[in-house]
């Protein structure tokens, strides 16, 4: 009997929702771009707007026509229960891949980068969840109109780089709580987030051929909002900027459908592949799906990959070749020897046995 069409689409929607979560445990490859982030500005953080609201620091995307642009920190409206985990560039086989930013009920790993105000490279120091309330760190978040507060020192890292592993990058590997992070159930950025990415990608003045590493817009009080009093310039770049030696479509490196665990930080050594940003109206690449984040956005969307969620890459195993001999030239390859096959061994078919002729006997 036939599966009814509406059946069948609704177990199709069933697999791909699942699926999708599934893909955002992991960090997808998708991007790879030869040249490095800038590195961070130097802002300060505009005031919260109003309780339940958390802080999303700010990072460098990318635009496959016009190179890197600045993403401006801003505050967004939590989920109630989840942190956010924000996303990194990291270096490895001789490019820099994104690694997506995610919400989860920890905060995972994001790549040791000091993105400031309370995201010093590991965990997050500028608040935390009491309940249904947000309790801020007046120590290192801009807070005046919040009653939900509470003071802890936090040692400040002055270091500005934008990126995890390569030359000059930071050299961090995930802690044993970051890894446990990465296996909970993440929630890809909110839509705010998303809009506030497409939102600067358009902003022409955001990009580092504009600004040089310091832009205008470093960070906003709202997702969105590039115009008004919750507007902060950045004070300075994280370094001196270095132009680029070639164009961003020249920078831009081939797209690969590959997937690794995102606790796995990009480092030299390492032989995972970039991962995807979010993709943008303005990103002409390919970004493998998510579901994640879903994100990270940590309920496990992915992150752990954690998501991945922290991130192991999946390798295929290798064929066995044969050992060399004097028969192969070296400049051969050697193929995959054949597996052996069992014997098989001749099964006897058995037929039915006749069956017995019934004795003429009394009837019922």
Known sequence: MKMHRSVRWLVFAVMILSLSALSFAQVAVGISVRVAPPALPVYAQPICPGPGHMWTPGYWA???????YW????????????????????????????????????????????YGFGYGGVGFAGGEW??????????????????????????????HVAFNGGKGGVSARPTHEEEMAEHEHHREPLASQSHHERMASQNKQNFASANHGRPAIAATAKPGEFKGKGIVAAK????????PAMSPKQA?????????????????????????????????????????????????????????VHRDETRAAKTSAPPPSSS????????????????????????SAPKPVPKPGKGR
Do not use: M
């Open 236 to 243: 300075s770049a994280g370094a001196p900027y270095k132009a």
């Open 130 to 159: 009491r309940g249904h309330s947000f309790y801020y760190n007046r120590s290192v978040t801009n807070i005046t109109n919040v009653t939900t507060v509470y003071n802890k020192t936090v040692i400040v890292n002055e270091n």
């Open 62 to 68: 990318w635009n496959d026509d016009a190179g890197y």
């Open 71 to 114: 993403v401006p920190g801003t505050w967004v409206v939590a989920p109630v229960g989840l942190l956010w985990t924000p996303g990194y560039w990291g270096f490895a086989d001789g490019a820099y891949g994104w690694h997506r930013g995610y919400w989860g009920p920890h905060i995972g790993f994001y790549g040791g980068v000091n």
């Open 252 to 308: 831009r490196g081939p797209s690969t459908p590959a997937t690794k665990h995102a606790s796995t930080p990009a480092t030299a050594n390492n032989k995972s592949k970039p991962a995807s940003r979010p993709s943008t109206p303005s990103n002409k690449s390919n970004t493998a799906s998510n579901k994640a984040n879903g994100s990270h956005p940590n309920n496990v969307s992915s992150n752990k990959a954690q998501n991945t």
């Open 328 to 351: 192969h030239p070296a400049s051969q390859p050697h193929q995959s020897a054949p597996k052996s096959s069992p014997a098989l061994k001749p099964v006897a078919q058995h037929q």
